[in-house]
Nanobody
Framework: QVQLVESGGGLVQAGGSLRLSCAAS????????MDWYRQAPGKQRELVAG???????NYADSVKGRFTISRGNAKNTVYLQMDSLKPEDTAVYYC?????????WGKGTLVTVSS
């Protein structure tokens, strides 16, 4: 199985920056596509950013130009650099990986952006 653990969340003022990390462990043998999702109170979970096995990235329109997803040197590790944060970015952020038709999720890390 795969275990995903997020870190790096916290409280930041609007306009500030945070970097989220996702550490993967378990039965992992190769690079896999990975994603960041977020869920705000009363909102549906939404895809924020993704990175493919080939390194291509995609972003939600709401974060494009402000967030950057990237890989670390270890297998199935991913970061989310968040700049120019806005109060509407406040949410629990989740790391996600799909492996052999099974979705794996971290427990989430809370990001709170104050105005």
């Amino acid at each position: 199985q795969v275990q995903l653990v997020e870190s790096g969340g916290g409280l930041v003022q609007a306009g500030g920056s945070l970097r989220l990390s996702c550490a993967a462990s378990g039965t992992i043998f190769s690079i896999n596509a990975m994603d960041w999702y977020r869920q705000a109170p009363g909102k549906q979970r939404e895809l924020v950013a993704g990175i493919t096995t080939g390194g291509r990235t995609n972003y939600a329109d709401s974060v494009k130009g402000r967030f950057t997803i990237s890989r670390g040197n270890a297998k199935n590790t991913v970061y989310l650099q968040m700049d120019s944060l806005k109060p509407e970015d406040t949410a629990v952020y989740y790391c996600h990986e799909r492996l052999y038709g099974v979705d794996y999720w971290g427990k989430g890390t809370l990001v709170t952006v104050s105005s």
